[in-house]
């Protein structure tokens, strides 16, 4: 398939176009250089010259606190960007994979959140990418909308590198304990959606490594695994509340989503997040 990538360099993108690649697809990778997704006269002309079968939009604004302050840019990103995809890929007949997020939910359920639940975002991160998902609904009529949660991988910065460098520099971190939710692995997460976009089984979906943790039982995972591994962690770490650490934008307390659509759907779910971290680790130890 000829697939038109958004967001290209970012943590997910990366590893979208590389996997594509390798399995023989005919990949257009669009950074920030390559694609203004914010101007969409340039939309309509790069997705109008380049005729993809599917346009997998990864770009978005993912700077949580900072959009709490920084509220037109992340809507001008979010939404206006998700829109101007949208309706290039609809005036093209191109399908549309849209990357959304757990923060779409309020966090206050304590059963896990399916597909079609009422979402009620908290944060300006959270309604702008629920205003994405909205349009893209509402513009594309071949669409999959993928939520997902607490991504790390190779590329870029997230929590699993962050506390692997901390965990070699210090005795002791406190890390939250009552927030929970199911760590992604980016590799997992393409796969999935390489499945998926051959389909036409559209809608929304929620995409994660199967299972839940808090954050200091990711922590305790991470350092278990990478020990095994022979990376030298002294750090032991303490759980603490939200609380403790104060942050400018609302973290949802349960973030762990049902994944409803894949098993109804019939696709293969993702592995288990335990399983998933094991296999980056062992990647980034090997290179």
């Not at 990711?218 to 603490?240: D, H, N, V």
């Amino acid at each position: 398939m000829k697939a038109l990538v958004t967001g290209a360099t970012g943590q997910l993108g990366t590893d979208v176009v590389t996997i594509l690649c390798s399995k023989g697809h005919d990949v257009l990778a669009c950074g920030r250089k390559e694609l203004d997704i914010t101007d969409i006269a340039q939309c309509h002309q790069l997705i109008g010259q380049f005729q993809p079968d599917v346009v997998i939009h990864c770009a978005a604004y993912t700077a949580v606190d900072a959009a709490e302050t920084d509220i037109d840019g992340a809507y001008k990103v979010n939404t206006v960007g998700t829109r101007n995809i949208a309706v290039a890929a609809e005036s093209n007949g191109s399908k549309l994979i849209y990357i959304s997020t757990d923060y779409v939910f309020d966090g206050t359920s304590e059963d896990s959140y399916q597909e079609y639940d009422n979402t009620n975002p908290k944060s300006i991160y959270g309604k702008s990418k629920r205003a994405g998902e909205v349009l893209v609904q509402s513009l594309s009529s071949r669409y999959f909308i993928v939520r997902t949660s607490w991504v790390y991988g190779a590329h870029g910065n997230n929590f699993v590198k962050t506390m692997l460098r901390l965990g070699q520099d210090k005795s002791s971190l406190k890390v939250v304990h009552d927030q929970k939710g199911s760590p992604t692995y980016t590799v997992d997460l393409t796969n999935f959606l390489l499945e998926l976009m051959p389909t036409e089984k559209y809608g929304v979906y929620h995409a994660s490594n199967s299972g839940a943790c808090t954050w200091y039982e990711f922590t305790q995972a991470i350092f278990e695994e990478a020990r095994k591994l022979g990376i030298s962690i002294i750090a032991e770490p303490e759980p603490c509340s939200t609380d403790e650490f104060p942050r400018p934008a609302h973290r949802p307390t349960n973030s762990v989503m049902d994944h409803l659509s894949i098993r109804t759907n019939g696709f293969q779910d993702l592995q288990p997040w335990r399983e998933g971290l094991k296999h980056f680790l062992i990647e980034t130890t090997a290179k």
